[in-house]
């Protein structure tokens, strides 16, 4: 099993930027598939980005495609969600999530994951 923790939410002024990280502790990193999702107030949890074990494969929600960028560094047991040009509809609380994985998969959907953060709050402002 493996714990997640993210940090670097907080207050962002539309067209800035902002570094989300997800720590994680407790198993082998380099084998977990890994995912971002965010939940804003009264609506559903969506996916956001994901990325397999190496880091080379990566997807994107199209909402955030061409503007956020997700990363990892294994050594660092850490996960990154890199947010350039964020606009208020991206306000809501983001996840980081994994799931152990035999090979390099990548997954979108919020079942697949077994592991979730405890999430942190992105408010953009206009």
């Known amino acids: 099993q493996v714990q997640l923790v993210e940090s670097g939410g907080g207050l962002v002024q539309a067209g800035g930027s902002l570094r989300l990280s997800c720590a994680a502790s407790?198993?082998?990193?380099?084998?977990?598939?890994l995912g971002w999702f965010r939940q804003a107030p009264g609506k559903e949890r969506e996916f956001v980005a994901a990325?397999?074990?190496?880091?080379?494969?990566?997807i994107y929600a199209d909402s955030v495609k061409g503007r956020f960028t997700i990363s990892r560094e294994n050594a660092k047991n850490t996960m990154y969600l890199q947010m350039n040009g964020p606009k208020p509809e991206d306000t809501a609380v983001y996840y980081c999530?994994?799931?152990?994985?035999?090979?390099?998969?990548?997954?979108?959907?919020?079942?697949?994951?077994?592991?979730w953060g405890q999430g942190t709050q992105v408010t953009v402002s206009s």
């Open positions: 999530a994994a799931t152990y994985t035999s090979g390099s998969y990548l997954f979108n959907g919020e079942s697949s994951y077994n592991y």
């Open positions: 990325i397999s074990w190496s880091g080379l494969r990566t």
């Open positions: 407790g198993g082998t990193f380099s084998k977990y598939a």
